[in-house]
């Protein structure tokens, strides 16, 4: 399966983002060079930069500038990054293989991984309460809004659902509940964040929420669809690991083509969404490749 083309609005983007992602890492440490690296390893690796690319969207089609969106699109990535360090590690879902390269904790060990997650989590929050060109308001509810989104009522608690799920047959309600908050949490508080960072007003930060909702469990069918039928080569990681873990996906309880019909479905809801507060380009672009993409 070939990959699918991304977007020309995300080659735009990409290099403002990496950037602004760079310039948030440590470069050295008086303390443990080891764990500087595993962290730049780990957040520098590649990957799609989904959640950033959200979060700096929203705020240029709200004000036609992506600068003030740059420092909370690296917070909202670090956390992603620091979410997959922690999910590949043995006591989780023990993956050998990320974007193509071995996971943190094989190319380093499995204590300077565990550490390297804590250390980025940690540096999300230092990023947003130190970002530039907002005020102590502001500052605060980005610090808030992504730390309940990724805590225990969000992606920790999603991820914890699953491991108590492996191995067991549960409802398409259960499995919505845990990917609404494991997968889906950190995409909605990516918008949100580009909403805030924009200044957005009642209506459209309302509008973005309800359009990065049913995106959020769009890119989550997506995945389970990828997992099932595509190659670890396309991936750049392990595929068919929902099955050999025995979990229950999107694609094992509904089938594949529903799946697919279902993520269009929560696509088209999304769109309407933004529809209904007139924005579209970069944002739509994003939404649509979430669907459409084969990796």
């Not at 990957?47 to 909370?72: D, F, H, I, S, W």
Request: charged share 20%.
């Amino acid at each position: 399966m070939t990959r699918t083309a991304r977007p020309p609005s995300f080659e735009r983007l990409l290099p403002a983002i990496e950037t602004a992602l760079d310039a948030a890492l440590p470069i050295g440490s008086p303390l443990s060079r080891r764990l500087v690296n595993a962290m730049r390893y780990a957040a520098r690796s590649g990957g799609k930069r989904l959640r950033p690319l959200l979060t700096c969207a929203v705020c240029e089609a709200l004000t036609g500038n992506v600068l003030p969106a740059l420092a909370p699109a690296a917070a909202v990535e670090l956390v992603h990054a620091y979410s997959l360090v922690h999910d590949d590690l043995p006591a989780m879902d023990d993956d050998v293989l990320r974007r193509g390269q071995p996971t943190c904790h094989v190319a380093f060990d499995e204590a300077t991984a565990i550490l390297a997650g804590d250390a980025l989590l940690t540096l999300a929050f230092d990023t947003l309460a130190t970002a530039p060109l907002f005020d102590e308001r502001t500052r605060l509810r980005m610090v808030r809004l992504l730390a309940t989104a990724a805590g225990w009522n969000g992606m920790v608690g999603g991820q914890a659902l699953d491991i108590e799920s492996t191995g067991s047959s549960i409802e398409l309600t259960t499995l919505e509940r845990m990917h609404g908050a494991k997968t889906g949490a950190l995409i909605v508080a990516a918008v949100q964040l580009g909403a805030l960072a924009a200044g957005a007003d009642e209506a459209q930060y309302a509008a973005l929420t309800r359009f990065a909702q049913p995106i959020g469990f769009a890119f989550q069918m997506m995945d389970d669809v990828l997992d099932a039928t595509s190659t670890t080569d396309t991936l750049g990681k392990t595929a068919g690991t929902d099955a050999n873990a025995n979990k229950t996906t999107y694609a094992s309880l509904l089938g594949i083509d529903e799946t697919r019909t279902r993520a269009n479905e929560q696509l088209t809801r999304g769109l309407s969404e933004l529809a209904s507060i007139r924005i579209g380009g970069t944002l739509a672009e994003i939404a649509e490749y979430i669907v459409r993409r084969s990796h």
